[in-house]
C-alpha cells in the first residue's frame, strides 16, 4: 500500500474516532483524538495500532488496518510513534530480554528452557490470579491454535477479577493490611480503597501520595488508614514509609546516629519533620469535654430506655464506634517536632524545633505547598525523587521473579550493587515513562522470554543473594503462597469462589458514621444492633471472617446451595477474607503474614502444614463424593478421561504414560479411588511448587 | 543429618513410607514416650537445667510497671502502684501480684539493655543474640540445643513454639529438622493430628492407617519424577517436613498436646487465654520430654493508655508465670527446668500524651526461675526513674548465654552457616586466629 492511497482514503472518509488502543499510553491526550500527518502534509485520524516490518499500522475508523510507512510520517508523528513503541509491551519485553540475555552470556550462564505450554498455563494463573486455572481454562489453552495465545492470555488475565485479588495480597503483605486492630478500628474502607485503586489501575504514584495526604476518619478518606494504622508512632510509620517506599533503611536514627550508614538522628528528625504537624486523634482539651459530655448525655438517655444498661455505660460495639470516631487524620499547624531530649550530637540542642529537610533528592520549597506533609508527599513520589521510581520497579521484579534485582529491597545504597545494574536502570526509566502503570509494567515483564522460561532448578543461594549474582536464567523457583494455594483449593472445590466478595465497608461506613452531638440514646441502640448484625457475633470472637458478601454472591448461594462455608471456614478467596486470616487458620499456617511487620509472609514448612495437607478439613472436603472435582472431570471435556481430567484439574497438565499404569495398578474405578487420586496429586511437591 | 532419614536412603522409600504412614495406628516407633534416647554426651557449661521454657513478652513489656516499678515517683509511675514480693525490701508492680508472692524463686534482672528500640529488630536479637542481618536468618536457642546437644527424645519434636508470630527465626540457617515445632494456639493442640479428632477408635485408627498409606504410596510414585528432576532445596526440605510429620504422627506423645487432658480449675488457674493455656501445655511438654519450649504473649506495644492495657497484659502473664512456676516446683520439675522471662525492650519513664509509654531499650527488666537459677534476687539497677543502668548492662546475647550455660551448651562451639560464616551460640568474635563467644553467662543468676 502507497501513501497515495491512504491520501484517497484519507478524503473519502474523514471521520473523527475514538484513541482508545493505547491503554499504556498516558503520554496520548485524553480526549483520545489524533490526526496524522504525512510528509507531503496530507492528513488522515487514525488510531495507532502498533508497528511492523518498519510500517505504522493505522487503524481507520471501521477498523480496517493501513500500514504505513515509518519515514513518511512527519517529524512529529515519528517521535509520537517512537515514543509509544518503545513503551509497548511488547517493546520493553524484547529490552528486558535483551539486558538478560546479555548477562547470561557474560557469565556463561545458559537459559533455562522455555516453559511447555503446560508450565505455563499454570504459572500464569498463579502469578496473575493467584490460582491455578480450573480444568476448563486449562483445556482452553492447551487446545487453542493461536500462535500468540501466551500473550493473549497474559492480557486476559491482567484484566480479571483474579489479578486485583492477587496484587491485593500482594500490598497487603506490604502494607500489612489487617481488617481491624484489637482496639477495635475497622479498616475495611481502607481495604476496599486499595482493592478498587489495583481495579481502577491506579497509578503507583498516585496511590502513594493519596495515603500520604489523605485526611479525615477512615470513612471520610478510607487513604487515612495508612496512617491510622500506625496511630501513637510517627516516627516508626516513617521508618516503615521511607524503607517501603524510597527503599532505604533509616530506623535506626530514629534513637542515634547510624552505626553503618550516613544517616545521623538529625536526618531522621528532619524528615520526620515534614509529618510533625500531622495528627491522628482529634485531640485538644475542648473535644475531649465535649465527648465527654455527650458519652454522659446519650448514657443517661439510654438508661432511661433500659435501666438494666452496664454501669459503664455504653454497649460495647456503641464505645467503639464512638472511639473510632475520635480518630482522624488532620494537620495542627500549631505543632511542631522537636529533637528528643536525650539527643546528644553537637549539631543541635536537645528538644529544639526541627525544620523539615530531604534526607537526598531536590530540596522542598515549603511555601509552594498547602502543608508539609503535602509536601513531602509531593517529593517522595516524584518521579525526580533518585529513589521512589527505583524501588517501585524492583519490588515489582520480585513479584514476578521471585527475587530482587537488588536485595534486600528496603536498603538499597546503590544501583550498581544490583545485579544487573543497566536492567535496573532501564526499568526504573521504564516506570517513569509509563507514569508508574504498574498493571503495563507487569506486562511488559509477563511477556519477556525471561520470565516465560522455566524456574531454576538451583538457588538462589545465601551467597547468591547476599551478593545479587543471581543472573536470572530464569525466574526463582517459588512455593506457592499461602494464598495461592488456599485459592487453589478453592477452584478445585467451589464453582465461582471469586463471586464471593466481601461487601463490608459501605454498610459498616453507613452504621459507624455519625456526629456524637447528634446522637441521641435511641439511635444509640439502633446503631449497635445495626453493627452488630453486619459484624454478626463473628468479629469479637476473631472467627474465621465476617459473612458479609456482596449480593451476587447471596443469589449464588441460593441457587447452589450452602458452598460458602466448609469445617467453620469460610470458602472465599483470600483477599475477602479477615486480613489476616486468624492464629490456625490454613492460611496462616502456611505462612501469610500476621501483618505486623512489612513482607512478613513465609515460605517455610512447617508440621502442622503437612498434617493441614493430610488430614486437614479441606483435603477431606476435595475428595468427598459430591467435591466440585468429581462434577468438572466426569468426561465432559478432554478425552473423557476422567483420571486425565483429575490430572489437568490439579497439576494442569496430561499424565506421563507412566504415571497412567501406575495409577490403573493403584486405583479401583470407583470414587474412592479417585479420591485417593486427587489426595496423591495435591499432597504432591510438584502442585505446591511453581515450575 | 536426621538418622531417620539417612536410613531412608538406605531403606527402599516406599517400605519407608508404609511403615510411617503404619505407625499412625499409635504404635510409637522407638519405645515409650518421655525417654531420653539421644544426646546426652557432650554436654559443658553448667548443664544445670534439662529444659528451657521461655516466656516471650512481645511488644515491649513495661518493666516499670512490672519488675522494676519506682514507689514515690507518681510522675513515672502513673496509676500503676507496688506490690510487696517476697524478695525484701524490692516491691514489684502491682499488675503481677501473683509472680511478687513467688519471688523467692526469681531471679530479677534490671540491667538489660538492647542497641535497637525496633521490634522487629530487637524481638529478633532476644531470640538469637544476633543482630538482624538481610541475607542471614540466625537460629534460636531450642534449635541451637538441638543442634549441639542432639535430639532429647526420639518422637517428639525438640523445641515448641505456642502463638509465636510468623516472623518468629526458628531453625534459622540450620536445616529444617532444627525447626521448633509451631503450635499455634494451645487451646487447640496440633491442629489436624487426625481427620477425626483426638479420640478415635482402634478400628477407626486401622483403618486410617490403611488408607494413608495407600495415598501416601501413590504420592510417592505419582511425585518421583518431579522430584528426580527438581532437586531444588526447598523441594527437599518438603520432603523432609513429610516425612518428620509421619513421624510425629506414630508417636504416642500426641496426648501431650492434648489441654483436654486437665481439669478445668487447673486451666482456669493458668487462665483461660492464649498465653495461660501455652504455659500449661509448656509444662506438660517439659514433663514429657520436650528440651526448649517458647510462649509468645505479645501486645505490649503500649504507646497509647498503657494505664489499662498492661495490667491486662500483666494479668495474663501473672497467672500463666505463677501456675507454671508453682506446678513445675510441685511436680519436682523446677530444678531442672529454667524459666526465663524476657521482652524485647522495655518503656519509657516519660509518659506520652496518649497516657502511653514509647519504647525504651537502655534500661529494662527479665526474670529468670529455676534450672540452677538462684531465686530471690534482684541483679543489675536502672536509675532512680528506670531510665539508665547503674550497673553493668546485660545484653539479649547475655541472657541467651545464660540460657545455653544451664542447659550445657559449649558457648565455644562453632556451627558454620551454608555459607561457611562461622556462629556461635550467643554471638562470636575473633580472637586471634579462634573465633569464640562474645558473651557470657550472667554469673549471678547462679548464684
Request: aromatic share 10%.
Amino acid at each position: 500500500m502507497n501513501t497515495k492511497t491512504v491520501g484517497g482514503e484519507v478524503a473519502s472518509i474523514l471521520l473523527v474516532i475514538t484513541f482508545s488502543v493505547l491503554s499504556f499510553a498516558s503520554s496520548v491526550s485524553a480526549d483520545g483524538l489524533r490526526m496524522w500527518t504525512d510528509v507531503q502534509g496530507r492528513q488522515v485520524e487514525a488510531e495507532y495500532a502498533g508497528v511492523s516490518a518498519g510500517r505504522v499500522n493505522l487503524k481507520l475508523p471501521g477498523g480496517k488496518i493501513v500500514p504505513f510507512p515509518y519515514e513518511q510520517l512527519s517529524a512529529e508523528d515519528q517521535a509520537f510513534v517512537k515514543k509509544l513503541y518503545q513503551l509497548s509491551p511488547e517493546t520493553a519485553a524484547t529490552r528486558i530480554d535483551g539486558f538478560i540475555n546479555q548477562q547470561l552470556a557474560k557469565e556463561g550462564v545458559a537459559p533455562n528452557p522455555m516453559t511447555t505450554p503446560e508450565q505455563f498455563v499454570r504459572r500464569v494463573y498463579l502469578e496473575i490470579t493467584g490460582t491455578i486455572p480450573t480444568f476448563d481454562q486449562t483445556l482452553d489453552f492447551l487446545e487453542s491454535e493461536d500462535a500468540d495465545k501466551r500473550r493473549k492470555l497474559i492480557d486476559a488475565l491482567l484484566d480479571s477479577e483474579g489479578f486485583v485479588s492477587q496484587s491485593f495480597n500482594w500490598q497487603a503483605d506490604m502494607l500489612r493490611l489487617v481488617s481491624q486492630t484489637n482496639d477495635f478500628f475497622i479498616y475495611e474502607t481502607y481495604l476496599q480503597w486499595v482493592k478498587d485503586s489495583i481495579r481502577e489501575n491506579k497509578p503507583y504514584d498516585r496511590f502513594v501520595y493519596e495515603m500520604l495526604t489523605a485526611e479525615g476518619r477512615l470513612w471520610d478518606d478510607p487513604a487515612s488508614g495508612y496512617f491510622i494504622r500506625d496511630r501513637g508512632m510517627p516516627l516508626g510509620n516513617l521508618s516503615t514509609t521511607v524503607s517501603v517506599f524510597l527503599g532505604t533503611e533509616i530506623t535506626c536514627a530514629e534513637c542515634h546516629d547510624h552505626p553503618f550508614e550516613d544517616w545521623t538522628q538529625k536526618d531522621f528528625y528532619q524528615l520526620a519533620a515534614f509529618l510533625g504537624q500531622r495528627q491522628d486523634r482529634s485531640y485538644g482539651k475542648e473535644f475531649g469535654e465535649e465527648q465527654r459530655k455527650e458519652r454522659e448525655r446519650i448514657e443517661a438517655e439510654q438508661r432511661k430506655i433500659d435501666p438494666s444498661m452496664p454501669a459503664d455505660g455504653f454497649l460495647q460495639p456503641f464505645r467503639n464506634v464512638v472511639t473510632a470516631n475520635n480518630h482522624r487524620v488532620w494537620d495542627d499547624a500549631e505543632k511542631v517536632l522537636k529533637l528528643p531530649h536525650d539527643y546528644r550530637y553537637d549539631d543541635a540542642e536537645p528538644e529544639s524545633v526541627v525544620t523539615p529537610k530531604t534526607i537526598f533528592g531536590d530540596p522542598v520549597d515549603l511555601s509552594a505547598y498547602e502543608t508539609p506533609r503535602v509536601a513531602f508527599a509531593s517529593w517522595l513520589t516524584a518521579k525526580e525523587n533518585p529513589m521512589f521510581a527505583l524501588t517501585a520497579a524492583n519490588r515489582l521484579w520480585k513479584r514476578a521473579f521471585g527475587l530482587g534485582l537488588h536485595e534486600p529491597m528496603d536498603n538499597i545504597h546503590d544501583i550498581e550493587d544490583a545485579q544487573n545494574p543497566e536492567l535496573l536502570a532501564y526499568l526504573e526509566t521504564l516506570l517513569k515513562d509509563l507514569n508508574f502503570d504498574t498493571k503495563e509494567f507487569l506486562r511488559a515483564i509477563y511477556y519477556s522470554d525471561a520470565w516465560q522460561r522455566q524456574a531454576s532448578l538451583e538457588g538462589p543461594t545465601l551467597v547468591q543473594i547476599d551478593g545479587n549474582k543471581y543472573p536470572f536464567p530464569g525466574p526463582v523457583l517459588k512455593r506457592m503462597t499461602a494464598e495461592q494455594l488456599w485459592d487453589s483449593f478453592l477452584t478445585l472445590a467451589v464453582p465461582d469462589p471469586m463471586a464471593y466478595r466481601r461487601d463490608v465497608a459501605k454498610p459498616l461506613t453507613e452504621a459507624i458514621r455519625f456526629n456524637i452531638t447528634e446522637v441521641s440514646g435511641e439511635e444509640s441502640f439502633e446503631r449497635t444492633k445495626q453493627l452488630q448484625d453486619i459484624l454478626g457475633k463473628t468479629i469479637r470472637n476473631g472467627a474465621p471472617s465476617l459473612g458479609v458478601w456482596t449480593k451476587e454472591a447471596m443469589a449464588l448461594e441460593e441457587e447452589s446451595g450452602n458452598m460458602s462455608k466448609f469445617a467453620g471456614a469460610y470458602l472465599a478467596r483470600a483477599s475477602e477474607l479477615s486480613q489476616p486470616a486468624p492464629p490456625g487458620h490454613f492460611l496462616r499456617s502456611w505462612g501469610q503474614s500476621d501483618r505486623n511487620l512489612v513482607d512478613n509472609s513465609s515460605d517455610n514448612g512447617s508440621i502442622p502444614q503437612i498434617l493441614t495437607m493430610i488430614n486437614g478439613p479441606f483435603t477431606q472436603m476435595l475428595i468427598k463424593p459430591d467435591s466440585l472435582i468429581f462434577k468438572t472431570t466426569g468426561g465432559q471435556r478432554g478425552r473423557g478421561d476422567k483420571m486425565e481430567n483429575i490430572f489437568l484439574s490439579i497439576l494442569n497438565r496430561y499424565p506421563q504414560g507412566k504415571e497412567k499404569a501406575i495409577c490403573s495398578r493403584a486405583l479401583r474405578n470407583d470414587e474412592e479411588g479417585y479420591g485417593d487420586l486427587i489426595w496423591a496429586l495435591v499432597n504432591t511437591r510438584e502442585f505446591l511448587f511453581i515450575r | 543429618m536426621n538418622p531417620y532419614l539417612k536410613s531412608a536412603n538406605e531403606m527402599n522409600r516406599r517400605r519407608f513410607i508404609e511403615k510411617l504412614a503404619k505407625s499412625a495406628l499409635g504404635v510409637s516407633v522407638l519405645g515409650a514416650s518421655g525417654m531420653e534416647s539421644f544426646g546426652q554426651a557432650g554436654k559443658s557449661g553448667a548443664a544445670t537445667a534439662d529444659h528451657c521454657i521461655l516466656l516471650m513478652m512481645t511488644g515491649g513489656m513495661s518493666h516499670l510497671d512490672t519488675f522494676d516499678p519506682k514507689p514515690g515517683k507518681p510522675e513515672v509511675m502513673g496509676k500503676t502502684g507496688v506490690v510487696k514480693s517476697a524478695i525484701t525490701g524490692e516491691p514489684f508492680g502491682d499488675t503481677i501480684p501473683l509472680l511478687a508472692k513467688q519471688a523467692d524463686k526469681l531471679a530479677v534482672i534490671r540491667n538489660m539493655y538492647q542497641r535497637t528500640a525496633d521490634h522487629r529488630q530487637a524481638t529478633y536479637t532476644m531470640r538469637t543474640s544476633y543482630s538482624m542481618r538481610p541475607t542471614i536468618v540466625h537460629p534460636s536457642m531450642g534449635a541451637w540445643a538441638q543442634r549441639l546437644l542432639g535430639k532429647k527424645n526420639a518422637t517428639l519434636p525438640d523445641s515448641v513454639t505456642v502463638g509465636a508470630e510468623v516472623g518468629h527465626p526458628g531453625q534459622g540457617f540450620f536445616s529444617p529438622e532444627f525447626s521448633p515445632m509451631p503450635v499455634g494456639s494451645a487451646d487447640k493442640g496440633v491442629q489436624n493430628m487426625t481427620p477425626f479428632g483426638y479420640n478415635w477408635s482402634d478400628q477407626k485408627k486401622a483403618e486410617y492407617g490403611e488408607i494413608l498409606t495407600r495415598r501416601l504410596e501413590l504420592t510417592e510414585a505419582l511425585d518421583a519424577p518431579f522430584r528426580e528432576e527438581v532437586k531444588h532445596e526447598k523441594v527437599a526440605a518438603y520432603t523432609q517436613f513429610y516425612d518428620e510429620t509421619l513421624k510425629f504422627l506414630g508417636s504416642e506423645d500426641l496426648k501431650l498436646f492434648d489441654l483436654n487432658d486437665e481439669k478445668d480449675e487447673v486451666r482456669d488457674r493458668y487462665g483461660r487465654n492464649g498465653f495461660g493455656q501455652g504455659c500449661l501445655l509448656a509444662k506438660r511438654l517439659v514433663k514429657g520430654g520436650v528440651r526448649f519450649v517458647e510462649v509468645t504473649h505479645g501486645g505490649w506495644d503500649t504507646h497509647v493508655d498503657n494505664f489499662e492495657t498492661t495490667p491486662e497484659l500483666a494479668n495474663v502473664l501473672d497467672m500463666g508465670a505463677a501456675s507454671l512456676l508453682q506446678d513445675l516446683e510441685a511436680e519436682g520439675l523446677l530444678s531442672r527446668t529454667m524459666v526465663v522471662i524476657a521482652s524485647e525492650f522495655g518503656r519509657t519513664p516519660k509518659i506520652n500524651g496518649n497516657s502511653g509509654r514509647d519504647h525504651h531499650s537502655i534500661a529494662f527488666s527479665c526474670a529468670v526461675a529455676g534450672g540452677g537459677a538462684k531465686g530471690g534476687q534482684i541483679i543489675g539497677k536502672s536509675d532512680a526513674i528506670g531510665e539508665r543502668l547503674e550497673s553493668e548492662p546485660n545484653e539479649p546475647k547475655e541472657l541467651n548465654a545464660t540460657m545455653a550455660h544451664a542447659l550445657g551448651l559449649n558457648l565455644n562451639e562453632v556451627i558454620f552457616s551454608p555459607s561457611g560464616r562461622p556462629f556461635t551460640v550467643a554471638t562470636h568474635k575473633q580472637d586471634g586466629s579462634e573465633v569464640v563467644s562474645d558473651a557470657t553467662p550472667i554469673k549471678e543468676v547462679f548464684g
